[in-house]
């Protein structure tokens, strides 16, 4: 199984949300400014729409400055997010060391950041009816979010993106991006294809267009119920000892239901021990307890409605090693 975005730190995800009334208003000068409780309806939209989504967030290691509304050191990477949107991206870090700066869409007539939540920054006001939060996970890396109040606004964001030194984008044939290194054309981070889905979980259209450096992420919600929630069915993230990535729940009930294909491979891979010589019999022990642990996990992730994941530890003597888990929470998808 060959995963291209195993090493995804940065997640580009959108919220939509109805709201009876903005988050920002306009000064003379048309520059939006941060109304007193902008936070907490950007709060309290993402409790209803991704209630999992505040609870990840990072809590110790975070602060501000005189120029920035966050700046937080985690296990799972480092991010630094301006006061002013327009002053300069956000700065992120994976915990791999690769950096990318991520711009602000609509970044000249946004708000200054107001804080949500120790780890959570919303700038409002970046198109009309639209609002963008940052947030530094625990140990997830760091994750975007676009808050739609309603129908009058825009279905197309835009990302500039500073990809890693010595890399380009690529738009995937799946709908997904990868950073691909310049020097030998191999992958080495992307993000994961997009999803939608609308309150009554009807599926809506979501896609990523490249434009040289920048990402639109597209999102059709015209005639959708909303909330609407979109972000990738598949998330790769890395933190400073680990790489996961999980399926979503749909794609673990699928696997699931093809449960002996697995097996078969697991079987396939312990006859392939007897290439090990004097280790093959250790070779097969520990395929048929590798298969065996990947399969018990799976039907339990599957019964309990949860997703599938793989992880991998950095201080692992074997690096090939990625151990199955079941994966809870906001990285838990639907679609």
């Known amino acids: 199984m060959i995963v291209r975005r195993s090493l995804v730190c940065v997640s580009l995800a959108v919220t939509t949300v109805l709201s009876t009334a903005g988050i920002a208003a306009a000064d003379d000068g048309g520059q939006v400014t941060t109304s007193p409780d902008s936070a907490k309806k950007v709060e309290q939209a993402l409790s209803a729409v991704a209630p999992d989504v505040l ?9 501000t400055d005189s120029d920035s509304s966050l700046v937080s050191q985690q296990a799972s990477g480092s991010v630094d997010a301006p006061k002013d949107p327009g002053s300069a991206p956000v700065s ?3 915990a791999n060391g690769l950096s990318v700066q991520v711009g602000i869409p609509g970044a000249a007539q946004a708000a200054d950041a107001a804080t949500v939540q120790p780890g959570v920054a919303a700038y409002s006001g970046i198109a009309p009816d639209a609002s963008l939060v940052v947030q530094a996970t625990k140990d997830e890396g760091t994750r975007f979010l676009t808050i739609i109040n309603g129908a009058d606004a825009p279905s197309d964001y835009r990302f500039a993106i500073t990809p890693p030194s010595g890399t380009h984008m690529t738009l995937d044939s799946d709908g997904g ?32 267009r490249l434009d040289g450096d920048t990402v639109e992420l597209h999102v059709d919600h015209a005639g959708a119920a909303y909330p609407v929630v979109a972000d990738p069915w598949l998330s790769g993230h890395c933190g400073w000892s680990r790489c996961s990535f999980v399926y979503s729940r749909s794609m673990t009930q699928n696997l699931r239901n093809h449960a002996t294909l697995i097996t078969g491979a697991g079987g396939l891979a312990a006859l392939a021990c007897g290439a090990a010589g004097p280790f093959a019999i250790p070779c097969r022990i520990a395929v048929v307890v590798y298969f065996a642990w990947t399969i018990d996990t799976l039907n339990n992730a599957a019964r309990q409605n949860q997703c599938l994941g793989f992880g991998h530890e950095y201080w692992m003597l074997l690096s090939a090693v990625w151990y199955p888990y079941i994966a809870r929470g906001g990285w838990c998808n639907n679609n």
């Open 92 to 94: 992120v870090v994976t």
């Open 177 to 208: 991006i990868t950073f691909v290194d310049n020097s030998n054309d191999s992958g080495v981070s992307g993000i994961a294809p997009p999803w939608a889905k609308d309150a009554n979980s009807n599926p809506l259209p979501a896609s990523y």
């Open 55 to 63: 609870a990840q967030s990072a809590t110790t290691g975070v602060s």
